[in-house]
């Protein structure tokens, strides 16, 4: 099935200093489109990658899992490490949880990571039910477009496809045990208004990995997308200064104070 305009994926070759950036479950590169053309407009190498079974039709998820849409993330963190001197990573929702996992995988290969709303865990009671619920019925209800500003939308699935989900979940424990492992500094973006994941999964993340260089900052005026969302130029500005600060060459602009 061909990719739904404007969720396709994005390059940019610049600088010595490169950033992958990693979109969410259901979603596509276009919600963090903003994002990577804000840094590859600031001479920084971007790569943006459409993560198997997104940017189509959810039943196309049905077939793909965490296995699938990790290896997608590695290999283009892999293929960044050729070209650039430095790398970061930067994930949206479990988009942070692939970035979380790919630091503690790729330890000093990655300079630094940024998260915005990480997903760690799946909550509630159908999270619970997955494991039979999946084989029950094809999807559920889907999550996109949590975004307080009026007029934006994500380009996401309107479905959850169970499967998928089923895979996320086991995928999100994974993440979880290995947070410890996490040690490269670390920018935590979160909104305390996310309707698609709590605040708890923030603050596991902060209390279980071993970076020592850790910010967080509040989102006040966003919803779970924030990277769509009234404070995306604040993520902007405040990650490319977590950047600037951590790779020589590269110039500071903004603050990386907490909120």
């Known amino acids: 099935m061909p990719v739904l305009p404007g969720a396709e994926p994005y390059r940019h070759e610049g600088g010595e200093t490169g950033v992958l950036l990693c979109h969410g479950f259901t979603g596509s590169p276009q919600s963090l489109r903003p994002w990577a053309e804000y840094l590859a407009g600031r001479g920084l190498t971007v790569s943006l990658p459409l993560l198997p079974g997104h940017g189509t039709h959810w039943h196309d998820m049905q077939a793909t899992g965490w296995q699938d849409w990790y290896a997608e993330v590695d290999r283009e963190l892999r293929e960044l490490r050729e070209r650039c001197r430095q790398v970061f990573v930067f994930g949206l929702s479990m988009g942070g949880a692939l970035t979380l996992r790919l630091a503690a995988k790729h330890g000093p290969a990655i300079s630094g990571v940024v998260v915005v709303n990480p997903a760690v865990k799946l909550h509630g009671v159908t999270a619970r039910a997955l494991p039979v619920v999946r084989h029950l019925v094809p999807s559920s209800k889907g999550v996109a477009s949590d975004i307080a500003k009026e007029g934006a939308v994500e380009l996401g699935y309107d479905r959850v496809p169970l499967h998928a989900a089923y895979s996320l979940r086991n995928f999100l424990r994974l993440v979880d045990t290995a947070l410890p492992q996490v040690t490269q500094p670390l920018l935590l973006l979160r909104s305390p208004r996310d309707h698609v994941v709590p605040p708890a999964d923030s603050a596991r993340v902060l209390a279980r990995i071993s970076s020592l260089d850790v ?45």
């Open 215 to 259: 910010h967080e900052v509040l989102l006040e005026q966003s919803y779970h997308v924030a990277t769509l969302d009234h404070d995306a130029e604040r993520i902007f500005e405040e990650s490319y200064a977590f950047v600037g600060r951590l790779a020589p060459g590269v110039a500071k602009k903004g603050s990386t104070s907490g909120g």
